[in-house]
């Protein structure tokens, strides 16, 4: 899968380690930066060209870390097409995929060890969108709210 990973100085070791296990996957990764360690940088500068990748289809999903991973999520979830969400458990990867049609998936580099960040993203990117009728149309409502605030 092709793979968008962003972060700002508060997740930069947990998004060096993710890099390193998602291309041992197999996984071709597109790294949104930040590209080294730089204390007071800004996640939006990093998060925005992810989500808009992820929106464009030039990655298929997207991994965004920033301290907490709430600030990512914010910023991801501006963007029209992206669904972002602060995954904290192994049920809210794959049910945010599988239910929600989650594309990007959000962490905490101060909230989350290494080894659980990684089965996250591992169950994040195996798991599929069901298309069952009934998230169908609660998908349908989310998509007009950004049409109604364009």
Known sequence: MRVGI???HGGFHLKEHLLGRLRAAGHEVVDFGADRLIPGDDYPDF???LARAVSGGRVERGVAVCGSGV????CANKIP???AGLIGDHFSARQGVEDDHMNVLC?????IGPEVAWEFV?????????????HLRRLSKVAALEEITR
Do not use: C
């Open 81 to 83: 097409g992206i669904r």
């Open 107 to 111: 962490m905490g580099g101060r909230t």
């Open 122 to 134: 591992e169950t994040f990117l195996a798991s599929e969108y069901s298309r069952a009728e009934r």
């Open 6 to 8: 962003a972060t700002d």
């Open 47 to 49: 998060v925005i060209p």
């Open 71 to 74: 600030g990512a999520e914010v």
